[in-house]
């Protein structure tokens, strides 16, 4: 007896119905509201702390402060407390001649180490040479100071700054007498140089070892030489963390206390010359604070500097990270 042949029609099984009202789909417990509205919170806390610290920083040095008591003439070149003279502009002009020259030789060195650690010392001697450039960064700055204070002053008295004097007097700046003690502006912008040059340095080498490895080998398989790939591929493409070594390294040395109360000599002058003692804002804050207990007014001056001081370092901050932010519309040139 044969089997029955399969109707392909009739034995066809039937197609699930879909879910309805009365069967509903499984779906997860829901959440107390509670539980909601904290699981959405707590990720905004660590990113709201950095904030609500600067808020509270800048409201107590402005509670402190009053900006009512000074005036323009905050800005003026006289400070002299007890005459009532509050002017802050010699110590305005002192940060900026030791923070912008420190910057320059920072970032100057800065580019040569990153560029000779990344594109010629053998991949043997850059991991001897780099941790000492990256130690420099966790020596603290009043090691800096006595260093700089007890060893450094005396040769930059004796030598340094007499033969400076001798071939480059006739220049402007370079003119003024020495200083047999050694401290004053050359050695403040010595030391900030070497305090920028970690972050500087850092920072530079990390941007150009992110380069591609192909452009590396593209630009030297049609002939160019390792300078000529490093300068216009591999500083391009990099520009973007050079420029913000740039701007940490200007705040950096920009802010910096101990070390340049230490080797400026704490004059409210005005300099003259590379070889005159002068004074910081942040030195400046450092060096009074004492004298600012027990007397409302001078604490108020120096919170007021301390709000100066502030917006100038979150004014580079945020000019820095807009003319970053314009690099990365832009698109980087090739070989």
Request: glycine letters at 8%.
């Amino acid at each position: 007896m044969s089997s029955p042949v399969p109707d392909p029609v009739r034995d066809r099984q039937p197609i699930p119905a879909a879910a309805g009202p009365s069967s509903p789909v499984p779906s997860a417990p829901a959440r107390a509201p509670f539980a909601r509205v904290l699981s959405g919170i707590v990720p905004y806390l660590p990113a709201a702390v950095p904030a609500v610290m600067l808020i509270i920083i800048v409201v107590a040095l402005v509670h402190a402060s009053g900006f009512t008591n000074f005036g323009l003439q905050f800005f003026s070149l006289h400070f002299d407390p007890p005459v009532d003279q509050w002017g802050i502009a010699v110590f305005l002009i002192g940060s900026f001649l030791v923070a912008v020259p420190a910057l320059f030789f920072s970032m100057l060195f800065g580019v040569g180490l990153a560029v000779a650690s990344t594109a010629y010392l053998p991949k043997l001697v850059t991991q001897v040479l780099d941790p000492f450039v990256d130690l420099l960064a966790g020596i603290p700055s009043v090691v800096y100071g006595i260093w700089a204070f007890i060893i450094v002053a005396p040769y930059f008295g004796s030598t340094v700054e007499p033969t400076i004097h001798a071939y480059l007097g006739f220049l402007p700046g370079f003119s003024g007498p020495t200083q047999s003690g050694g401290t004053g502006i050359m050695l403040a912008v010595f030391i900030l140089t070497l305090m920028a040059l970690p972050i500087t340095t850092l920072l530079i080498r990390d941007s150009l070892r992110a380069v591609p490895k192909d452009l590396w080998e593209s630009g030297l398989a049609l002939g160019a030489t390792r300078w000529e790939v490093v300068r216009r591929v591999a500083i391009p493409y990099a520009r973007r963390g050079i420029f913000s070594a740039a701007f940490l390294g200007f705040g950096r040395a920009f802010g910096e206390t101990v070390a340049v109360a230490m080797v400026l000599g704490s004059a409210t002058v005005l300099p003259s010359s590379v070889y005159a003692i002068g004074n910081t804002m942040a030195a400046e804050m450092f060096e009074l604070l004492d004298s600012a207990y027990g007397n409302s007014q001078f604490l108020a001056a120096l919170s007021e500097m301390a709000v100066v001081l502030l917006i100038i370092s979150l004014v580079v901050n945020v000019v820095g990270r807009r003319f970053i932010s314009r690099l990365y519309k832009e698109q980087v040139a090739g070989l």
